[in-house]
Structures are given as C-alpha cells and as structure tokens.
C-alpha cells in the first residue's frame, strides 16, 4: 500500500522570515546589517533585491514571499509611510497575521517613536497629507489602520535597546527570531505505512467548529499509536494559536515533580513565553485555566496511563478556548469515555507489514528477489506490530542468507504474544560494547542531548561514541528527535531496564 502523500509531508514555506523596510532608509545600514546577521544564523530570509528573480511580476513575488514566511519583520523608519509599496506589504502581512496560521509579526522603530507609527503624527503625518491629496479615501484608512495595528504589537524600540548600539540590538534579535523559529513540526520517519486512520481524524478534527473536540488513539505498546497522534499533530499545528505535544506522558509523571513538569512544559509550549515556577499540581490547574482557556489550542497527550494524569493537564474541555482540539494516545481503551471519537490501531496487514519491513531489511519498498520467502517468514512471526517489524528489519539489514535463516530460526521459537521476546533478539546480536551502551541509554539517558552523551561514552572507554550511537540508531534501538535528543520506544526501554534489573538483582530499582 502506497503511504498516504499527507502522513509524508510537513508542510514548509521557502522563507523563515520576510523584511518589510524602506529601502532608502535602512537597506545599506540597519536593515542589511540585520540580514547579514540572520543569514548567518541559517535564518532563510526574504530581501526583495536579492531574492527577485528576472522577468517575475514584483508584486506577486512579494505576496508569495509574505504569506509563505513564518515570521514578518517590519523595520519601521522616517520614510516608511512615504511609500506605498511598503504600506501595502504591511496590509498583507497583517492579513497573514489574523488568518488562522497566525504569522508572527515583529517591528522594529528604527530611529522613530513608536507613537509617530500608531497615531501617524511627526514626519507619518507628512507622509499620509500627500496620500490624501494622491489615492482613494478607503485605501488611505487601511493604510492607516494598518499602521495603528502594527504599531501597538510587541517588537522592539532600537533607542531603548542596548543603549542604541545597533550591534548588541541585532544580537538580541537574532536570540528571540531563533527562539520563535523553534519547530513546531515533530519527526516522523519517512515512508509510513498503515497510517489510513490519519486522514480520518483529521477529517473530524479539522472541521471548522467552535466546540472543542476530543479525540482517543489506543491500542497495544508498539502498534504506532505515537506515530499516528505525530502525523496528525504535524498536518493541523498551523492551524491554531498554540500547540504542545506532550511526550511519554506516564513515565515522565513517575519523576519528581514529573505531573507539574508537565504542566510547564504545556503552558510554555502554548504562551512561548517562560512561566511562573510552581511545584503544586493544583497550582498548575488553575495556570492552564486561567491563561489558556481563550485561545484557541492543538495538545496532544501522549501514552496516557492513569485519569490523575489526564486531570492534571486537561481536566476539563473549558480549560481551552473555542475551536481547541485534543488527542489523547493510551494502551488503556478505559481512559477515553470523554472522547468524541475514538480510534484503534490494529495489527498491520500482510502487505503494509511486508512494506515495513523491506523498508528496514532493504532499504527498498519490497525485498529482493532471493529473499522473498524469508522475509515473508520474518513479518509473520512479527505479527504485525511495526516496531518489531522496524527492529528486526534493521537486524537483518545487509546480513547475508546464513545469518537471516539462523535469526528467522530464532523467532521461531518466541511465541506470539511475546513481543520483548523477539526485540531481545536485536539486543542479543549487539556485540558487549553496544549492548552496554543500549543498557545505559535505557536506564540513564532518554531525552537528553546526542553530544552529551557521546561525551559520556566516551569518558566510559568507549573509542567512538558517534559510530555507537549511530550503530544504534540503525538498528531502530534509539532514535534522535528534531533538537538533537536521544528518544527509545518505550517497549525498548522496559526491556533494557529489566536487563538490568536482571542481571543485578540485589540492587534496588
């Protein structure tokens, strides 16, 4: 079965940020100067006498460029009003702004009082006489609206910044461009399969109502049920005021202070702005309420096992505003008699396993002629559980036909129902230097940065690192998320942790 085209993609403009400024104002000075400073910082950046490409209409290249940014940067100068070029960039960038993808708008007051751009007073004043004498009454009142609007959004006053240093100002600006650039999209592999059930909850969730929807994922650890709430999650953020996909829900409650962890994580991922520390539960409650129940939200809770966890971070549809949309992932069915919808995963079908599997045996959508057979073997004893299927592929990824028949023969002898059985045989063909690693990674280092604990390996006399983390890697044992962490299927981890718990049984945890 051919993976649907909308589970693939993530959807992505060609620019990060747009700059709306008066050329002969700023462009040899401020305003090139910052360009420089967000091209550096890998910012993908519209400057119109860079990016227009020969022969285009300009102002359908401009309008391109602002609807497809994420963020439009608007440098706010003396002859700014002066020209209408630049008064009808900034109607359409607020248009992007009030549409429901909710483009960022950022000024900035180059050597201009911020009141001068809300009321049209000193040399705007100027400006808006000649327009007055020039074009339309009704086109001059969304001009000046335009800049009223604009003018009393949150940006920056270069004469407060930094004293005036125009240097240090950019560097500060650059920081907080970064900071709202953070991805919203999550990682899902490429080349899915069985994820039909995607289009169907975003069909229900899309809907343009003002009610707020509740949606259940559940089925057995292992089926997808995570990849599935990412797909969707990734085809509908844009569409909201804010979003937050809470990970691995149930084992990050265990910690300490894991629920209220959770709680922050949740308002800041929201608001994108730091919260008030807090270590109460309840204390958390009434913060959701309080500062989320207007807007308008997309959260997804992820591996929920118990209803505190639920309480704690959604106990009520009136903590979101109107239009908000939830999804809840759980292997326990028990949990979802809130729902408005609730979906299973099941089992992978023959073909949709068979896929999976080649993807990791072969790297190829189908498996190679002389190994047909085999591989058809290795899926049913799979039972249809992608994370088997991807763990297993990748054991037998470029192993030769003696090596695949013994591996096979080993599955053989795991019953079905026994799914850390059969991951125990990816783990058993690590040599001792990779399984310590996997052991470590399990017990110590879900969720922190790559280069952290490559150091850490390192230090435990371990020659290269990289090439274990990246040997893990392929062989589906860990995965490294979009900012560098390093993340484990949850089956994974358990049957790491009970090794452990195994071989040392004298010790406590």
């Known amino acids: 079965m051919a993976e649907p085209e909308s589970s693939r993609s993530i959807p992505e403009g060609d620019y990060d940020v747009f700059l709306s400024f008066r050329g002969e104002d700023t462009r040899k000075t401020f305003t090139g100067h910052l360009y420089a400073a967000l091209d550096d910082a890998g910012i993908r950046t519209f400057l119109d006498d860079n990016e227009l490409p020969r022969g285009e209409?300009?102002?359908?290249?401009?309008?391109?460029?602002?609807?497809?940014?994420?963020?439009?940067?608007?440098?706010?100068s003396k002859g700014y009003a002066s020209s209408r070029w630049c008064l009808n960039e900034l109607v359409e960038i607020l248009k992007c702004k009030r549409k429901k993808t909710g483009q960022i708008v950022l000024p900035i007051f180059?050597?201009?009082?911020?009141?001068?751009?809300?009321?049209?007073?000193?040399?705007?004043?100027?400006a808006f006489d000649k327009h007055e004498e020039c074009f339309e009454e009704k086109l001059v009142k969304e001009w000046r609206k335009a800049l009223e609007d604009a003018g009393n959004l949150s940006g920056w006053n270069l004469n407060d910044m930094a004293n005036g240093h125009e240097a240090k100002s950019i560097k500060g600006i650059i920081k907080d461009v970064v900071n709202k650039l953070e991805p919203k999209y999550l990682y899902v592999p490429e080349h899915l399969v069985g994820m039909d059930l995607?289009?169907?909850?975003?069909?229900?969730?899309?809907?343009?109502?003002?009610?707020?929807?509740?949606?259940?994922?559940?089925?057995?650890?292992?089926?997808?049920?995570?990849?599935?709430?990412?797909?969707?999650?990734?085809?509908?953020?844009?569409?909201?005021?804010?979003?937050?996909?809470?990970?691995d829900i149930n084992e990050t409650s265990k910690q300490f202070n894991g629920l209220a962890g959770l709680q922050k994580q949740l308002l800041r991922d929201i608001?994108?702005?730091?919260?008030?520390?807090?270590?109460?539960?309840d204390r958390g409650k009434v913060l959701i309420k309080e500062r989320i129940r207007r807007k308008r939200v997309l959260v997804v809770a992820d591996d929920v096992a118990h209803p505190e966890q639920l309480n704690a971070l959604m106990g009520e549809r009136s903590w979101f505003g109107p239009g908000s949309r939830v999804i809840i992932t759980t292997r326990d069915s028990n949990l979802l008699r809130e729902a408005d919808q609730t979906y299973q995963i099941k089992e992978l079908k023959p073909g949709e396993s068979l896929q999976l599997?080649?993807?990791?045996?072969?790297?190829?959508?189908?498996?190679?002629?002389?190994?047909?057979?085999?591989?058809?073997?290795?899926?049913?004893?799979?039972?249809?559980?992608?994370?088997?299927?991807?763990?297993?592929?990748?054991?037998?990824?470029?192993?030769?036909?003696?090596?695949?028949?013994?591996?096979?023969?080993?599955?053989?002898?795991?019953?079905?129902?026994?799914?850390?059985?059969?991951?125990?045989?990816?783990?058993d063909a690590l040599d001792g230097e990779l399984q310590r690693a996997f052991l470590d990674i399990a017990c110590f280092f879900i969720g922190i940065e790559r280069e952290y604990v490559a150091k850490v390996l390192g230090v435990r006399c371990r020659p290269n690192p990289e090439v274990v983390l990246e040997t893990l890697s392929e062989r589906s044992l860990i995965q490294f998320n979009a900012f560098g962490k390093i993340t484990m299927h949850d089956l994974l981890r358990d049957m790491g942790r009970e090794i452990v718990r195994e071989s040392s049984p004298k010790e406590p945890g």
């Not at 300009?58 to 439009?72: D, G, M, Q, Y």
């Not at 707020?212 to 997808?224: L, Q």
Request: hydrophobic residues 40%; negative net charge; aromatic residues 10%.
């Open 57 to 76: 209409e300009i102002s359908e290249h401009l309008l391109k460029a602002i609807r497809e940014s994420k963020i439009s940067i608007v440098v706010f």
């Open 110 to 126: 180059y050597d201009i009082d911020p009141s001068d751009v809300r009321k049209q007073t000193g040399c705007f004043a100027e």
């Open 198 to 247: 995607a289009h169907d909850i975003y069909d229900f969730l899309s809907t343009a109502t003002d009610d707020v929807r509740i949606v259940g994922i559940h089925g057995m650890s292992g089926i997808g049920k995570t990849t599935l709430a990412k797909v969707v999650f990734n085809q509908l953020c844009n569409g909201f005021e804010g979003s937050c996909f809470l990970s």
């Open 271 to 281: 608001l994108k702005q730091d919260v008030a520390n807090f270590d109460c539960v």
């Open 357 to 427: 599997f080649s993807r990791h045996a072969f790297k190829d959508s189908k498996p190679a002629k002389d190994y047909i057979e085999l591989s058809k073997k290795a899926v049913d004893y799979c039972g249809g559980l992608p994370l088997a299927l991807q763990v297993i592929g990748a054991l037998l990824y470029r192993k030769n036909r003696g090596e695949w028949e013994r591996e096979i023969d080993n599955l053989s002898r795991i019953p079905n129902q026994d799914i850390q059985g059969k991951l125990l045989i990816s783990y």
